[in-house]
């Protein structure tokens, strides 16, 4: 007879439970899962203490930290961490969010911008690793690589690497653009990219944008921010709705006391709303040499002169300019808005000055009429008599048969009113 075994049986079945049991360690992922962060780090520092190998542990402890709302202990495993020689990259983003959500803004865009900067370091330096182990063989390898190198230097060495690859690397066209713009080189720009085609309209791109900027501004956590106003603010501007951009830009304008940028943007919704002296007030108070030399800032300086009288000052303002970037528009704004408001003398200098650079018909009629308008505000009193002697000499740079039969006329008055000429 055998004895029972029915006993030894559990017996052996609960030993094995319990080996499995103690088999079975806790995964970092299991905690995870459940965001129990508690136990989570508790089985990090275990792991870290113990000399067991697991990959990013510090990084996982200053991530469980930061999810207790121990963020003093996160902050001190990432400045750890970023003190290493083999730092990952990402530390410094972690860091900047960590000194973000604390408040700490300026310091959080330092760690940003030092990620970008290793980051960009890190590729610079496998690039050129890569140029120097490659063959002859891989010559487009090394072109697509040195146009990298470009890139990621922030465009050092732009303009002795990228002509040559304009119609190898079709990017490359495009990065020698972005290089232009920054350094102002608008010509040399606008050169590479003027028989391009563009694939979307810039009315589709200006579509978006204000979609965007109203997406922000009307947002419920952004519409009350000065960030959200100025959205809104961007919005109507590109809608030409002049009076709300108003109503938002006066609402954040004690918070923009001396930004040229925001006085820019100001200036103009005046003007466009026809508020020319604030406007003009306004315009002379920007101080950035890049804006004074924009073409919509003197075109729209140069409008509310002359819609305040103040015509000679946009003449000086035109010729102050040492290389006008569109001498043609802004002499043709001057000349147009000086006729309406019947400041003709300026009107007539205008015309002149574009009749000499064009022989264009249009501007002999508009000089002509602006001479004509000049002699009747002579005989009304309201213009010096001594202007004539001007008026002649640039009635006479046109070989016009009309010329003669109106000089005969002023000079006649001229005579009979014993004005010298």
């Not at 750890?80 to 020689?85: E, G, N, V």
């Not at 947002?219 to 961007?234: K, N």
């Not at 026809?274 to 920007?286: D, K, M, S």
């Not at 001007?390 to 002023?410: A, D, F, H, K």
Request: proline share 3%.
């Amino acid at each position: 007879m055998k004895p029972a075994v029915g006993g030894e049986a559990s017996t052996s079945s609960n030993e094995k439970k319990r080996k499995n049991k103690a088999k079975k360690i806790p995964r970092l992922e299991d905690y995870l899962n459940q965001r129990d962060y508690l136990g989570a780090l508790t089985l990090l520092e275990f792991q870290r203490n113990g000399g067991l190998s697991v990959e990013h542990v510090d990084l996982w402890i200053g991530f469980c930290a930061f999810h207790l709302g121990d963020h003093k202990r996160a902050m001190e495993e990432y400045k750890a961490l970023t003190l290493r020689p083999e730092c990952p990259v990402e530390v410094w983003v972690y860091l900047g969010c960590l000194l973000f959500f604390l408040g700490l803004y300026k310091e959080a865009e330092e760690a940003a911008l030092k990620g970008l900067s290793s980051h960009t370091i890190h590729c610079s330096t496998e690039l050129k690793n890569l140029i120097d182990i490659s063959s002859s063989s891989f010559q487009f390898a090394k072109e697509l690589i040195q146009h990298n190198l470009v890139v990621f230097r922030g465009g050092e060495g732009a303009l002795q690497v990228l002509p040559p690859l304009i119609d190898v690397i079709s990017e490359a066209r495009l990065n020698l653009v972005i290089y232009y713009l920054r350094q102002d080189d608008i010509q040399e720009a606008y050169k590479l990219i003027k028989d391009l085609e563009p694939t979307t309209p810039q009315r589709d791109h200006l579509k978006i944008a204000q979609q965007f900027f109203q997406l922000v501004g009307g947002s419920a956590s952004e519409c009350d921010t000065i960030p959200g106003r100025q959205s809104m603010a961007s919005c109507f501007f590109l809608l030409k709705q002049f009076e709300d951009v108003l109503i938002y830009l006066n609402s954040v304008k004690s918070y923009f006391y001396n930004d040229d940028t925001f006085s820019f943007n100001y200036a103009q919704a005046k003007a466009a709303l026809g508020n020319y002296r604030e406007a003009e007030e306004v315009f002379l108070l920007i101080q950035n040499e890049k804006i004074k030399n924009d073409y919509v800032y003197l075109s729209w300086l140069a409008r509310c002169y002359i819609m305040n009288q103040k015509a000679r000052q946009a003449w000086e303002l035109y010729l102050r300019l040492e290389t006008p970037s569109d001498p043609f528009s802004l002499l043709q704004l001057i000349a147009n808005d000086c006729y309406k408001m019947g400041q003709f003398y300026y009107a007539a200098k205008a015309f002149d000055a574009l009749e000499r650079l064009d022989q264009n018909p249009e501007y002999w009629e508009g000089k002509r009429g602006a001479c004509v308008g000049i002699f009747q505000l002579i005989l009304a009193g309201r213009e010096s008599r001594e202007t004539l002697k001007e008026v002649l000499p640039m009635l006479r740079s046109t070989g016009n048969p009309q010329v003669e039969y109106i000089i005969r006329i002023m000079k006649k008055w001229a005579k009979d009113n014993r004005v010298a000429l």
